[in-house]
Nanobody, 126 residues
Framework: QVQLVESGGGLVQAGGSLRLSCAASGRSFSTYTMGWFRQAPGKEREFVAAMSWSGESGYYADFVKGRFTISRDNAKITVYLQMNSLNPEDTAVYYC???????????????????WGQGTQVTVSS
């Protein structure tokens, strides 16, 4: 069974940067699609970024393009989210998710992700 553990969240001033990490367990990590989502208080969980198992391409929500970068290291079974130019609207709990079956595409829908981490809080002060 796959387990995901996020880390790297915290408090940062507007304009600052954070790098989130998601460490996975499981022998088949290199075949999973991995994604980052976030959920602010009173809002639904929303897509941030995702990457296919090959790591060749990253997919991003429009509101993070040019600021966030997703990457993965299959040898370390870890996926990362580098977040730059943070603003207070980025404040949320950030979740790492995995799609452990072969969909044939990189999903932006949280409903297709079958494994989640516990989340890590990111707070951006103005």
């Amino acid at each position: 069974q796959v387990q995901l553990v996020e880390s790297g969240g915290g408090l940062v001033q507007a304009g600052g940067s954070l790098r989130l990490s998601c460490a996975a367990s499981g022998r088949s990590f290199s075949t999973y699609t991995m994604g980052w989502f976030r959920q602010a208080p009173g809002k639904e969980r929303e897509f941030v970024a995702a990457m296919s198992w090959s790591g060749e391409s990253g997919y991003y929500a429009d509101f993070v393009k040019g600021r966030f970068t997703i990457s993965r290291d299959n040898a370390k079974i870890t996926v990362y989210l580098q977040m730059n130019s943070l603003n207070p609207e980025d404040t949320a709990v950030y979740y790492c998710g995995a799609v452990t079956r072969n969909l044939g595409y990189v999903s932006r829908s949280s409903r297709t992700y079958d494994t989640w981490g516990q989340g890590t809080q990111v707070t951006v002060s103005s």
